[in-house]
């Protein structure tokens, strides 16, 4: 082949390393823009997740202060009445039934107490009494021990604290999908920086090389691209 010949063969096939190089750079950007939009909707919901997860811990704190007041005041009430049973039994205005236990008497404070006891409570209560605690040494000890004692806003608290966890768990995860499609932009942003540095080199083996760089991190880019969780644009 004559000189001109090869120099012509030499700018045929510059002149296609250059167009799939512009290819590749047209591609990768267009990826790049899809990995930033994805990272920016990851990093929304992030944001909405452990936002939603301090909310949940807030409420949670409200429930679990509120439990707590009404504990001490189950606890407060329980401790008179019992030592109004206590001293009246002492005096003979109350008598515990061996088959019955305690049978609260109209006009003693340990009745007056007995029938103010709250709601939530007075399951708890009355499986104690069952277990004869004022005969039975055996028995437990206060009514607290008893499976029947709940309190609603406890409960609630519990609920709000797992929905807390949740809420943290899907922010960790939006945040480690949000990072993972930055990094996808970074190795789609080498392949580009790869092909338009091809353009410039001489030697025809520079160039292959810099583009055949250029395509494997693109495609080793983009299929992790694909396999990453996404986030709808609608």
């Known amino acids: 082949m004559t000189d001109a010949g090869e120099?012509?063969?030499w700018f045929d096939t510059s002149d296609r390393l250059e167009l799939f190089a512009t290819i590749v750079m047209a591609a990768a950007a267009i990826f790049t823009a899809w990995a930033a939009f994805q990272s920016a909707k990851w990093s929304g919901i992030q944001a909405i997740e452990f936002s939603q997860a301090n909310a949940s811990r807030v409420e949670s704190t409200r429930f679990d202060a509120r439990a707590n007041q009404l504990r001490?005041?189950?606890?407060?009430?329980?401790?008179?009445?019992l030592d109004a049973v206590g001293a009246e039994l002492g005096s003979g205005q109350t008598t515990i039934d061996p088959e019955i236990g305690y049978v609260p008497v109209d006009g003693t404070l340990s009745a007056f107490y007995f029938v103010r006891m709250r709601d939530e409570f007075k399951p708890a209560l009355d499986a104690w009494l069952e277990t004869r605690p004022l005969i039975d040494p055996d028995a437990p000890q206060t009514p607290f021990q008893m499976a029947e004692y709940s309190l609603a806003d406890a409960d609630q608290a519990q609920v709000l604290i797992e929905e807390a966890e949740e809420h943290a768990g899907a922010a960790l995860t939006a945040?480690?999908?949000?990072?993972?499609?930055?990094l996808t932009a970074v190795a789609l942003a080498l392949a580009i920086f790869f092909a338009g540095v091809s353009s410039k080199l001489n030697a025809r083996s520079n160039r292959l090389g810099a583009i055949t760089l250029a395509v494997v991190i693109f495609l080793g880019a983009a299929a992790v691209l694909a396999l990453l969780p996404k986030v709808s644009p609608f």
Do not use: G, P
């Open 175 to 182: 945040n480690q999908n949000s990072d993972n499609h930055v």
């Open 7 to 9: 120099r012509k063969a």
């Open 72 to 81: 001490s005041i189950d606890v407060d009430v329980f401790l008179s009445w």
